[in-house]
């Protein structure tokens, strides 16, 4: 009941701004003082002074003094920290650059952590913002087959989860007044479920309400990583992925209101984009 009552009120709450500026995307026309300036989510640019300055502090907690075993327990969660900073932004192709480079040598020089420093370059090179998001291959809660791909033309909430996650279940009211709000939208939530069982899962999801598909990467334990998180560098739950409506990866672990406003964007974006086209507001 309590539960019910919270998802109303927080779609009481967001409602009219959400509608009113899905509206203003469908084509609307101005008031005679012209339409409001958008209040849109804007990632900063990350200046080479930025990146140096990551990258130095990358150095001072991982300094080449440390002993090989230490060094490489220290890389397992600081080489995390750092990635996730760096999807905080946008890097430019030269900063990106520099900073592979920069991971290369900790590479050559750290052979032994050369599998831990390589996720984390390989984590840049794919899953900071602006990249295209790899596909997805597996098979849903019941066992059927499940695409990333298919999803391609809607803006997607990628939820890295599972019924363990206390923080996870902290987000589930705003995952169901995002369903509830944008039901025939260009829109979806698929998640990727970490509990231990495919059952467990569905069960879990069926308590709280949660309709929409999510791949089951579980099977090996709580906090255990399976092999989507593994191949997405997901170290730590819950992580999200914010993609357009053609893949790419815009924003990365938005929580609650700033996650609401920023789906609320793309697809007003989409909206836009396809008027833009001809071919009218779209609902799918």
């Excluded at 469908?26 to 990350?46: D, M, W, Y």
């Excluded at 039901?183 to 929409?212: C, K, M, N, V």
């Excluded at 836009?272 to 071919?279: E, N």
């Amino acid at each position: 009941m309590f539960r019910a009552v919270s998802s109303k009120l927080l779609l009481l709450f967001l409602l009219f701004a959400a509608l009113a500026s899905l509206g203003s995307a469908a084509g609307q026309q101005p008031a005679a003082f012209g339409s409001r300036p958008a209040r849109e989510l804007v990632l900063p640019q990350f200046t080479d002074a930025d990146v140096t300055q990551l990258v130095e502090a990358l150095d001072v907690v991982l300094p080449p003094s440390l002993p090989p075993d230490e060094w490489s327990e220290a890389a397992k969660v600081s080489l995390w920290d750092f990635v996730r900073r760096l999807q905080d932004g946008r890097l430019t192709t030269d900063q990106e650059n520099r900073v592979l480079g920069h991971l290369r040598a900790l590479e050559q020089a750290r052979p032994e952590s050369a599998g831990v420093v390589s996720e984390a370059r390989r984590a840049v090179s794919l899953f900071t913002v602006g990249k295209q998001a790899p596909e997805i291959v597996g098979t849903n809660l019941d066992g059927g087959p499940m695409k990333l791909s298919d999803y391609r033309g809607k803006v997607v909430v990628l939820k890295f989860g599972g019924a363990w996650c206390a923080i996870c279940r902290a987000e589930y009211p705003y995952e169901r007044f995002l369903l509830e709000l944008y039901a025939g939208w260009p829109f979806a939530i698929l998640g990727i479920d970490s509990s231990e069982t495919r059952e467990h899962a569905r069960q879990s999801r069926l308590e709280h309400e949660l309709q929409y598909p999510a791949w089951w990467d579980g099977g090996a334990g709580a906090h255990s990583r399976g092999p989507i998180a593994k191949d997405w560098n997901v170290q730590g739950w819950p992580t999200t992925y914010l993609l357009d409506a053609d893949g790419r990866i815009r924003f990365v672990d938005l929580r609650n209101e700033d996650l609401l406003k920023a789906v609320r964007q793309l697809v007003a974006e989409e909206q836009r984009r396809l008027l833009k086209a001809g071919t009218g507001p779209s609902k799918r």
